[in-house]
């Protein structure tokens, strides 16, 4: 679990949820669940790739993208 989906579960555990009604009780256990489990995109349906492994694979891809287009538009 990430740092900031730690962050996320534990100020809704530390909220006064008892002061809720029961729509914002099941919705805020939904949060704390979902913050709960790691953030992934699937990549064409065959590999789970994390969002940090994403951020790198899109960055680079630009950077190759903008070196071409500058030796090409030269």
Do not use: N
């Amino acid at each position: 679990m990430t740092d900031q989906a730690r962050f996320i579960s534990d100020a809704v555990y530390h909220s006064q949820w008892y002061d809720a009604s029961q729509r914002e009780k099941q919705s805020l256990r939904l949060t704390m669940r979902r913050a709960q489990r790691p953030l992934s995109v699937t990549a064409s349906g065959f590999a789970v790739v994390s969002l940090e492994l994403c951020t790198t694979i899109f960055s680079t891809s630009l950077s190759y993208f903008t070196l071409l287009r500058k030796v090409y538009y030269r």
